[in-house]
């Protein structure tokens, strides 16, 4: 729960509504968590719930990432910068795993052990793992595109049905046991 003073917004996309907080410095709008689709409803008062001193507003920048993310799941590259992401509430292991996650490319995974290598730790895929399941910018910081190492799907935050959508729309193809197939590995 966090008594910051913001403002949200809700933007509908192809999965559902999401929800957009942000809080202002310097008069220039920051993201502070970006809200993947819940059940029918629910979503602003998961908002409220977490960030209890938002109030509803708009502002041209936050529509213009809510356009880009829905253009990126209407199937187009949208123009995900991270220019307006406040990554103040990340560590800074989960920033390393985060800033990672920003290098695999549409239509490639990578494991939690490949990233936890990367990153200089390699017995650390589990602490990977978390960092992604606390990532408060889904879609424009990609933590979907992290898989197991035998391929399944691992976890998500928006439900495993939802991952698996996000990296159908990337060209990811999937095996008969629902495994990413191997040609989608990063690097």
């Known amino acids: 729960m966090s008594m910051i003073k913001g403002h949200y917004d809700l933007v509908d996309t192809p999965l559902g509504q999401m929800g957009i907080v942000w809080t202002y410095d310097r008069g220039k709008p920051f993201v502070k968590r970006i809200y ?10 998961k908002i409220r719930r977490d960030f209890q001193r938002a109030v509803k ?3 041209s920048v936050i ?3 809510g356009d880009a993310i829905r253009q990126y799941l209407n199937g187009g590259q ?8 406040d990554m103040n509430s ?3 292991f989960q920033k390393k795993v985060l800033l990672l996650d920003r290098q695999i490319p549409q239509g490639k995974v990578a494991t939690y052990g490949e990233l936890a290598k990367k990153i200089g ?3 650390a895929s589990r602490a990977v793992g978390n960092a992604q399941a606390a990532n408060p910018f889904p879609i424009i910081i990609p933590c979907h595109r992290v898989v197991r190492s035998d391929g399944a799907l691992g976890g998500f935050g928006g439900g495993l049905a939802m991952k698996k959508r996000l990296l159908q729309l990337e060209g990811i193809v999937f095996d008969d046991a629902g495994k990413v197939r191997p040609e989608h590995r990063w690097p």
């Open 121 to 123: 730790s390699p017995k």
């Open 36 to 45: 993947l689709p819940v059940e029918h409803g629910r979503l602003e008062s």
């Open 90 to 92: 990340c560590g800074e």
């Open 63 to 65: 529509d213009r990432i």
């Open 78 to 85: 949208g123009n995900l910068s991270l220019e307006y992401l």
């Open 57 to 59: 507003g708009v502002d």
